[in-house]
């Protein structure tokens, strides 16, 4: 099983930042890397996949980067509906997994 | 649109089991794959299985073997979790979940149903 590891649990920024997070797959998932966006009472919403590619709808402020066991999901100016718990997934051999989450929260 | 929609919450006794149906509309049922996870109170997301729903081929992650069975029924367009030997750590909202993309995609989780609270008590 593919053990993918968020850093870091909590993140507090400020409306505006620049927001950094990084998944680290322990082994090798190409680009089958995707992220996901949870606020309270709500399922979670795809916001990329394919390590890189946005989801429909999606704001250009997501961005995604990475490949093989290095994922980043970037947001380059916060905005207030932003802060939320955010996921990383990925698939291999049909076999799927989450990490277990960072937490966006307002500093 | 697509839609899933899930069935009602359910209170289980430990060593019971609990069916959560997921019935879709709104695109081809028979042409993505559905996935169940689930998320304990106040914890991460949990992947549970993946079921094709036109062959009823499935998959199941290994933590849950022997206890889940995943079953679809095209004629209503519906998939079916059903879980085991329950006990109070199943206590969860179990979620199905279709692929974003058809057959031939990475697998990302693009539609999501609303959620259905499973509480496992005494």
């Known amino acids: 099983e593919t053990v993918l590891t968020q850093s870091p649990a909590t993140l507090s920024l400020s409306p505006g930042e620049r927001a950094t997070l990084s998944c680290r797959a322990s082994?090798?998932?190409?680009?089958?890397l995707a992220w996901y966006q949870q606020k309270p009472g709500q399922p979670p919403r795809l916001l990329i996949y394919?390590?890189?590619t946005r989801a429909p709808g999606i704001p250009a402020r997501f961005s995604g980067s990475g490949s093989e066991t290095d994922f980043t999901l970037t947001i380059t100016s916060l905005e207030p509906e932003d802060f939320a718990v955010y996921y990383c997934?990925?698939?291999?051999?049909?076999?799927?997994?989450f990490g277990q989450g960072t937490k966006l929260e307002i500093k | 649109q697509v839609r899933l929609v899930q069935s009602g919450a359910a209170v289980k006794k430990p060593g019971a089991s609990v069916e959560v149906s997921c019935k879709a509309s709104?695109?081809?049922?028979?042409?993505?794959?559905i996935h169940w996870v689930r998320q304990a109170p106040g914890q991460g997301l949990q992947w549970m299985g993946i079921?094709?729903?036109?062959?009823?081929?499935?998959t199941y992650a290994q933590k849950f073997q022997g206890r889940v069975t995943m079953t679809t029924d095209t004629s209503s367009h519906t998939v079916y979790m059903e879980l085991s030997n329950l006990i109070s750590a199943d206590t969860a909202i179990y979620y199905c979940?279709?692929?974003?993309?058809?057959?031939?995609?990475?697998?990302?989780?693009?539609?999501w149903g609303q959620g259905t609270l499973v509480t496992v008590s005494s």
């Open positions: 979940a279709r692929e974003l993309e058809d057959f031939s995609g990475s697998g990302s989780f693009g539609f």
């Open positions: 709104g695109y081809t049922f028979t042409k993505h794959y």
């Open positions: 079921i094709n729903p036109s062959r009823g081929t499935t």
């Open positions: 082994q090798s998932v190409r680009t089958y």
């Open positions: 394919d390590a890189s």
């Open positions: 997934h990925q698939r291999t051999n049909w076999l799927n997994s």
